[in-house]
């Protein structure tokens, strides 16, 4: 099973194996049926992508808001700090 995941204010989607609050791991694989959803403008993120250090990842463009929900939160990983549930 895939649940798909659309970021609330960029057009970026992830896939995770079941519905919950907070998602730290088990992104997936985007299954082979998502590829077209890249034809209407989205972007279809990769595990690995998602899996990755936030630390390796450009951050330039977050707000000081932004920052400081992820010192609150502390989110390890990209995909933690795209797709979460935070205030």
């Not at 099973?1 to 998602?23: E, K």
């Not at 890249?38 to 993120?45: A, E, K, P, W």
């Not at 595990?47 to 010192?71: G, V």
Request: with cysteine; charged share 15%; hydrophobic share 50%.
């Amino acid at each position: 099973m895939h649940v798909a995941l659309f970021h609330a204010q960029y057009p970026l989607i992830a896939f995770v194996d079941d519905r919950c609050y907070w998602y730290t791991d088990g992104f997936q694989d985007p299954p082979a049926w998502a590829a077209p959803l890249n034809d209407f403008g989205f972007t279809v993120l990769s595990a690995s992508l998602l899996m990755s250090p936030l630390a390796e990842a450009d951050t330039a463009a977050l707000s000081a808001a932004e920052w400081r929900q992820i010192k609150h939160w502390q989110p390890g990983t990209l995909g933690a700090t795209l797709f979460n549930s935070w205030d």
